[in-house]
């Protein structure tokens, strides 16, 4: 054979030594921006269940857990710079049995922080966030889940934000005395005029005002109210995932013109019409409630029933991403961020299995062509302008 034909084997095999490196190369390089990216931005998870393992468990946050998907090492390798505990307050407590039940997690949250205080500060506001993030540590924040816990009371709403607290959920499941929720039967038609008075009063004391779960009606009531913007801080998409407990596109404009948020629940059952259905069929009925046993007793039994992981093969991390797409077509990349629902749910996207695994969300936006600055919005910005904004600094 000739030296020519050697020669034209010799180029061949480095040309596609060079594509394949080259290949490898460009996939390196986005490994390396998402990290980069994740690094730089403020990243916040508006709700996390994780108060009601420490309640009932006992656990310390600050050590790595064989179970459950948020502590202070999986915070830190997920790169979170704040995130809010769920004050979730079951719709078994009544009267002051609800308000009692509010303040032991709060207590369980301010003993969090006294545990590690080299890993994790109380935050009241974003400027809070921020310098908290730059000392290297994570930013906790609180919201109860559940307008119940104020016990019809507007004192106790202020003293509450008093205690910390910078947003409540106007219901959970259940029916306030002044509030309709997704999960139940029409009663008020929305908010009744002192649920109009709750919404002006958070508004006057920098709380956020978080319209997860409620009723379309006591949505759209809300928005004539309030002066300042609201959020969503655990919801998805109805148009992708046909569950009451997900947003309308009308409810993500209106939500949108408000200047508000929706943080996209990680809930595979809240990202899928299909997997909804499947799971609720797979799961085991709710336990029965004895009428003898007490609320906190019905409370831990519910509690360990929702976070029994699901045995259903998981979503793709991809159908976590078309929620915060639907959403970003819809109404730009102002109105969008993360709200987990992590240690408050049983199925979750695969590649997302807890919160250590935040970083994967910024590679599968830059797969998707966002831009670094609307990424970093997606992130966390878009909270932090809220909280801002509701918070005065």
């Known amino acids: 054979m000739s030296r020519k034909y050697f020669g034209d084997i010799t180029r061949t095999v480095l040309v596609i030594l060079a594509g394949l490196l080259t290949l490898g190369a460009e996939s390196e390089s986005i490994a390396q921006k998402a990290a980069r990216l994740h690094k730089e931005a403020i990243v916040i998870d508006t709700h996390v269940d994780t108060l009601q393992r420490v309640l009932y468990e006992g656990i310390d946050l600050g050590i790595r857990l064989p179970s459950g998907q948020v502590d202070i090492p999986r915070l830190r390798e997920g790169g979170m710079s704040g995130v809010f505990f769920a004050v979730w307050v079951d719709s078994v407590f009544k009267g002051q049995a609800a308000v009692q039940k509010a303040e032991r997690l709060i207590d369980a949250m301010v003993q969090t922080v006294r545990q590690n205080p080299h890993a994790i500060e109380l935050a009241l506001t974003a400027a809070d966030v921020d310098r908290i993030r730059k000392s290297h540590k994570v930013a906790a924040l609180m919201g109860i889940e559940g307008g119940h816990a104020i016990n019809d009371d507007l004192s106790q709403l202020a003293k509450f934000h008093q205690r910390g607290v910078r947003y409540m959920t106007l219901t959970w499941a259940n029916n306030t005395n002044w509030a309709d929720s997704s999960g139940d039967k029409r009663r008020h038609g929305g908010l009744t005029d002192f649920g109009r008075q709750v919404v002006r009063e958070m508004n006057r004391l920098g709380m956020m005002v978080d319209i997860s779960h409620v009723s379309d009606e006591t949505f759209y009531d809300t928005l004539k ?4 913007p609201v959020i969503a801080s655990h919801s998805s998409c109805r148009a992708l995932a046909d569950v009451r407990r997900n947003m309308t596109d009308d409810m993500i404009r209106a939500l949108a013109k408000n200047g508000g948020v929706i943080g996209i629940n990680f809930y595979s059952g809240f990202l899928d019409t299909d997997f909804n259905r499947q799971l609720n069929a797979d799961k085991p009925a709710r336990p029965a409630t004895d009428a003898a046993a007490s609320p906190e007793s019905v409370a831990r039994a519910r509690y360990q029933a929702f976070i029994t992981m699901s045995k259903l093969p998981p979503l793709p991390l991809s159908r976590l991403i078309d929620h915060i797409d639907h959403v970003v077509k819809l109404v730009g990349p102002n109105h969008v961020g993360l709200g987990s629902d ?30 670094d600055q609307d990424i970093k919005k997606i992130l966390g910005g878009n909270f932090m302008r809220v909280l801002k904004a509701v918070t005065g600094s």
């Open 342 to 371: 992590f240690d408050g749910i049983d199925a979750a996207p695969a590649g997302i299995e807890d919160v250590s695994k935040l970083p994967n969300i910024t590679r599968a936006l830059l797969e998707r062509g966002y831009r």
């Open 225 to 228: 109210v309030t002066k300042k």
